[in-house]
């Protein structure tokens, strides 16, 4: 068959490879093969896919601007990209339905294709033949190749007289290795041909089951060991017309272990319907009805007698986890270098309607001082199945652990937190009976990560719907990250005495199980810079917490370090209201002194400022 | 080449009824098969007997004792130490279970590193009550600075047990401690594989131990006489129930993970190294002549105690006092001397000697008559 009868075409590079292509898709002529092409030039090998695969449909990248080699002056390869691009379009007419032209650099449209959540069933790589670009390429389309899917990596033996870095061989070494494990290699020589075993085939490298160390856990361990378990809380208020994709995101999860609690939490639309609807009898799901709405932050504290999971995640009604969300967030709790608090991932912003607005990923900060990035090694951790090898070295990459002194507001909201169940338990406001108005995250994120530390993962796993309600309908947004309102800043700054609070009641405990580290804690729930510290304890609201409780800090820390702890954090009257409760009424002089000779100094100070 | 050593596992159980069988079949289930284990019962009073009892004829090489008190942990293992054939010895407490590959890695490192180690540590991973995993691995050899790479010896002269490839990771994973870095870097119970030649050496006198956990006696102690090595592979689960932990807190998270008074009950109980040490002197010197009073040291650094605060401890001063006679046997009376008064501080010393006098008197009554 002539597939370039009419053709107008200035070099065949394509013909000599025709009798192996056919060989290899032989299988797909009658199925409606997805092909993306990138590098299409005058448009020869789109002709062949198009005709040989008659149910295909074709995405063809290519900047029209030619290479290196078109547009050197004197190069035999030179050509006039302008030409070229009019001859592809003459070319590709008669089946104009079946392409998409993409004009662009790969390196733009390949994420775009991925943002569109294309997937293809075979990728032909003839695009810049430089080894970075080709391995750019050949990462990126990897990433939209289906499963069985085959990858056709051309000029493999191109320019071997040319520097390493400008031919594409090393390139695709690089490539290759990197997704060591996850491809079968069909065919090796002017072309490379792989195909992509989907992830739970694999032989080498990944595995079909949990292993540590190469072995399967149930094997190693006579089934005695299990993966964690996530516990996911659906907290939801009216959100009827949102519930139910939360609910259908969390059923499609690829983690086996989790069980998930949906809490009706006090609604008066249609959710408990929609709800029953879409749990239809999953056995891993349990709904629960509160009476009246207890509050974001109420109902999942309420939520933590009924979790058996070790991992929990507080998802809002209106977000939808990707498939992946427990696995990446479960695998990165197993192989950190130390465990910590809670995990925090990157979000896709949605429109209302669910439609992914990927321009927005919500960044997340990784470079930050001491954060420590990286993973332990894949051998030493629990591997996931559903996560590849080269998805654990992506998440190797994009991994942080942010020590627990930095401050701040860091992470992702919402639904974008996995937290360790023992963290929450441990810092537990109270049992939820009572309504608590505020979200979840605006708590739990600041303490747990004061208290146990928490780490990033650069990924999106989420979806957060933007859309009007999202504030009023909950009763929270997110500080920091979003522009919330005014009045919702005003009301999380207050919330933060609750944790002081928490903690000065707790202090018998929290004192022995902190350590050193308690008056630090103390300090970083306040989300205040240390010259900002005196400011925010000078609120009434702070003097009374310490008042009432000081005499167990008295009795916890002893007379010395209680003043100086109180004297550090408090002035004048107000230091010695609290020094007076925790002495019993009367001021051992030594502290008398020292907090009227702090004021003292304090007042010279501002007057010799003035 | 050498024959493949014998590991001895003993599994004490007090009140696990609900873990024992666990126990029990992970140590059955190992992929070495060199070995023998004995399971202790410390007079249970739950359905522990009858889960043990299911066991009786399940394998040769699993021996049953069931005690008619409960002598805690360190008591019955003491009651079985003498009987033990191993060369390497893994107390397994009953609530926790190993991984198949456990004996193979750690005997291996026991080969490789040859007399370098008295003992050796393997990661765990914690999990919940029905096994699910809360932490890839225990904290504290992660992150602890002391330790080299081992650098295996002449390996051609000890058996291989492992594939070439898991051979490689255990080195990789791998930390020398000597004998000279004190503190704690290992894992609790049941990750630890001891050298039993060390144990018996090192055993306490029974009537003196009382609630002494194995590891927290015998760990920093066969360390310090013989080095240790970490392998940061999860070999073992530890479990996390409420009866053993703390809040529930996994240990992974560098928070205090147990409750204030067993970290104190710890502390005190570790005394009993230097009770060890002190009375049998002689002995311990003639192995470690230069390091005898650098093995003292060892007792105090797990729990973040100064050498002058604890050789200044009453408990410890006490137990100088009454093996007194046997320190100056071993060092003597000059080195002794000048040994406690660098760590007592010489104030402390001269009230520490006037002690010793005193008890000397009081300990000598024929002596006073006779004279």
Redesign the interface.
């Known amino acids: 068959m002539d597939y370039f009868a009419g053709g107008r075409f200035t070099y065949d590079w394509t013909s000599h490879h025709l009798k192996l292509w056919e060989e290899l898709l032989r299988d797909k002529i009658d199925t409606a093969t997805a092909v993306l092409e990138i590098g299409s030039f005058e448009g020869r090998s789109a002709l062949f896919f198009l005709q040989f695969l008659p149910r295909s449909h074709i995405t063809c990248v290519d900047t029209f601007q030619g290479s290196e080699e078109h547009v050197e002056r004197g190069s035999q390869y030179e050509s006039d990209m302008a030409e070229v691009e009019r001859r592809f379009d003459q070319n590709l007419e008669p089946f104009a339905d079946r392409v998409d032209k993409r004009r662009g650099d790969s390196v733009v449209v390949l994420p775009r294709l991925a943002a569109e959540q294309r997937l293809y069933g075979l990728i032909y790589v003839d695009g810049d033949h430089s080894a970075a670009s080709t391995y750019t390429d050949a990462r990126l389309g990897w990433d939209l190749l289906d499963n069985d899917g085959v990858m056709i990596l051309d000029d493999y033996r191109w320019g071997r007289d040319r520097p390493a870095a400008k031919s594409p061989a090393a390139g695709m070494e690089a490539f290759l290795q990197q997704i060591a494990g996850e491809y079968e290699l069909l065919h090796r020589d002017q072309q490379i041909v792989i195909r992509k075993i989907p992830i739970g085939e694999t032989s080498i490298g990944a595995t079909k089951s949990f292993t540590i160390a190469g072995r399967d856990i149930g094997e190693l361990t006579g089934g005695a060991l299990s993966p964690p378990l996530v516990s996911f809380v659906v907290i939801n208020w009216n959100y009827g017309r949102y519930v139910g994709e939360t609910i259908d995101s969390i059923r499609r999860q690829d983690y086996p272990h989790f069980e998930c609690i949906v809490i009706n939490n006090g609604s008066t639309d249609d959710s408990a319907e929609v709800i029953a609807r879409h749990v239809d009898g999953d056995p891993r799901f349990r709904v629960e009805t509160l009476p009246q709405n207890h509050g974001q932050l109420g109902a999942a504290l309420w939520s933590l007698d009924k979790v058996n999971g070790g991992f929990v995640t507080f998802v809002d009604a209106d977000d939808v986890l990707f498939d992946n969300y427990a696995s990446m967030h479960i695998q990165v709790h197993m192989a950190l270098q130390r465990s910590v608090g809670f995990t925090s991932a990157n979000v896709a912003e949605m429109d209302p309607t669910g439609k992914a607005l990927t321009a927005s990923y919500q960044q997340l900060r990784l470079n930050r001082p001491d954060a420590q990035r990286g993973l332990r090694g894949e051998q030493t951790v629990l591997r996931l199945p559903t996560v590849s090898p080269s998805q654990y070295r992506f998440l190797d990459a994009n991994t942080a652990t942010i020590p627990r002194w930095q401050i701040g507001w860091l992470w992702a909201p919402g639904s974008a937190n996995m937290f360790r169940a023992s963290v929450l338990r441990l810092l537990r406001l109270d049992d939820g009976s009572n309504p608590r108005m505020t979200s979840a995250d605006g708590y739990f994120n600041t303490i747990c990560h004061a208290v146990a530390g928490s780490a990033l993962i650069d990924m999106p796993l989420s979806g957060y719907r933007l859309h009007a309600n999202n504030y009023f309908a909950t009763g929270e947004s997110v500080e920091g990250i979003r522009s919330g309102t005014r009045d919702y800043a005003t009301k999380s700054r207050e919330f933060t005495y609750e944790s002081v609070k928490y903690l000065i009641e707790g202090s018998d405990r929290f004192d022995w199980l902190l350590g050193a580290e308690f008056w630090p804690v103390v300090d970083r729930v306040t989300r205040e810079n240390a010259d900002k510290l005196r400011d925010y304890f000078s609120n009434e609201n702070a003097v009374g917490i310490f008042r009432r409780n000081a005499p167990q800090l008295r009795s916890v820390f002893g007379a010395k370090r209680f003043a100086k702890e109180v004297m550090a954090r408090f002035s004048g009257a107000q230091a010695r209201s609290i020094l007076r409760a925790g002495f019993g009424g009367q001021i051992p002089t030594r502290h008398l002194y020292k907090s009227l000779s702090r004021d003292f100094r304090t007042f010279l100070k501002r007057k010799r400022k003035r | 080449m050498m024959a493949p050593p014998k590991v001895s596992f003993v599994i004490i159980n007090y009140n696990y009824g609900q873990y024992v069988a ?1 126990a029990i ?2 140590v059955l ?1 190992q992929d070495y098969s060199e070995f023998e284990c004995v399971v202790i019962d410390n007079k249970s009073t739950d359905s522990s007997r009858d889960v043990i009892r299911q066991f009786e004829n399940a394998d040769d090489r699993l021996r049953i004792e069931y005690l008619d008190n409960n002598l805690n942990q360190m008591g019955g293992f003491l009651h079985v130490i003498d009987q033990l054939s191993g060369d390497v010895v893994c107390i397994v407490d009953a609530d926790d ?1 190993l ?3 456990f004996a193979a890695f750690h005997v291996q490192l026991h080969l490789d590193c040859g007399d370098r180690v008295a003992a050796t540590s393997g ?1 765990v ?1 914690e ?2 009550g ?8 225990y ?1 504290f050899f ?2 602890s600075k002391a330790g080299t790479a081992v650098r295996p010896g002449n390996i051609e002269t000890v058996p291989r047990l492992l594939s070439q490839p ?1 051979r490689e ?1 255990l080195w990789r ?1 791998s930390t020398l401690i000597a004998p000279h870095e004190h503190g704690w870097h290992w894992s609790p119970g049941t990750a630890n594989m001891y050298k039993l030649s060390f144990l018996k050496r090192a055993r306490p006198m029974l009537n003196v131990v009382n609630s002494t956990s194995t590891d927290n006696y015998f760990m920093p102690f066969l360390s310090a006489l013989g080095g240790s090595a970490c392998i ?3 070999l073992s ?1 530890y479990r996390i129930h409420g009866k053993n932990r703390y ?4 240990a ?5 993970s147990t ?2 008074q067993s970290a104190a009950r710890t502390a005190a109980d570790r005394k009993a190294v230097v009770r060890t040490l002190a009375s049998r002197a002689r002995d311990f010197v003639s192995t470690h002549p230069h390091t005898f009073w650098t093995v003292m040291d060892a007792t105090p650094a797990p729990d973040g105690v100064s050498r002058h605060d604890y050789f200044n401890d009453s408990v410890v001063q006490d137990i100088l006092v009454e093996h007194f006679d046997e320190l100056v046997a071993a060092c003597g009376e000059a080195q002794t001397n000048s040994e406690l008064r660098a760590r007592m501080g010489p104030k402390s010393h001269d009230a520490f000697m006037a002690k010793v006098r005193e008890g000397n008197a009081r300990g000598e009554p024929d002596c006073e008559i006779r004279c």
Do not use: E
Not at chain 2, 130 to 137: D, E, V
Not at chain 2, 247 to 250: A, F, K, N, R
Not at chain 2, 252 to 256: A, F, H, K, T, V
């Open positions: 666990q079949s992970s289930s279970f991984f198949a590959n990661g991973c999990v919940d029905a096994g699910a995993m809360l932490t890839p691995s904290a992660l992150h898991d990771l994973q940061d592979i999860p689960a809040s529930g807190i996994p992974s998270l560098d928070l205090r409750s204030k």
